[in-house]
């Protein structure tokens, strides 16, 4: 490879890469309601490798902790308050949740 084109390859090389990290910094908001110990709604849906920023907002007299083993994510949430849970970029898939306070809330986060 000449020079010029070694140049021209590390410059595509990091400039792929710099609009990779761009893409992923991006951050996707998506919310969630508890109620009457349900996520309404139970199924949310979310694009993949992007950040999400999840708004989970307690209308319960309880408090609840948003918790996700497969998104390795776990935050109290007071009665009343809302909180957000910030999610690394995913691949496409189903992804369940639940209240660790009250184990049959559950719900489930579907990325495509
Ligand atoms: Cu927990």
Known sequence: MRM?????????AVWGFSAGLAAAQETTAVAVTVKGHQFQPAEIHAPANK?????VKNLDAAPMEFESVSLRVEKVIAPGSEGVVNVRPLSPG???????????????????
């Open 4 to 12: 010029s084109q070694s140049a021209f390859a590390i410059a595509m």
């Open 51 to 55: 950040r999400l920023a999840i708004r």
């Open 94 to 112: 189903r992804y369940e949740f639940f209240d660790d306070f009250h184990q049959e809330t559950r719900g489930t986060l579907v990325v495509q």
